[in-house]
Each structure stands twice: as structure tokens, then as C-alpha cells.
């Protein structure tokens, strides 16, 4: 994508993380499909979309990430853990907040 292409030139492909977030149903899938083809990263919540599929409800947020890491594995993307995904988004861990 041009976007993609002028941060690379901007930034260096190395030197950057970027994901997609997609409000609403389809978009939600459909973006992330996008953004795991294109090795970025995704994020998907109840926050976003209540809709795991055309007029049915989600039943947590658990469900839609179920169904983003089905996709992902498809594509034959690896899912990274609770503690990568904090790593990769530079947060701290649970043992270090104080709630």
C-alpha cells in the first residue's frame, strides 16, 4: 500500500510496528485479514465491534479474538503470547502495575 510504502521509506521496515483496527462488522475481519496478509498487527474488541458474524453477537471479547487468530493461522501468521504482545507494544506486565 502507498501508506505502508512511504513509512518504510520514511522510518526504514525495521523501524516501525504498525496494526490495523477496523470499527464494525465486516470491517473488523476484513481489515485484519488485510493487515495479517501484510504483516502488520491487528487488534479486535468488543469496544469495535459487537458482531462475531453477519447478525450474530459476540459473546466476549474472547470470541473475536478466537476468530482473528483462525484467521491468522490460515494466512500461517504466528500468534504471539499475552507477554510478546506486551513486549511488541512496549507495556509493562501485570506484576508491574498496581491494580
Partial sequence: SPL??????????ENYKWSVIGAGYPAEFNLATLSIMMGGHVRVGLEDN????KGVLAKSNAELVEKVVRIARELEREIATPDEAREILGLKGKDKVNY
Fill in 4 to 13: 505502508k510504502q512511504t513509512a518504510d521509506r520514511l522510518f526504514g521496515p
Fill in 50 to 53: 459487537i458482531y462475531v458474524r
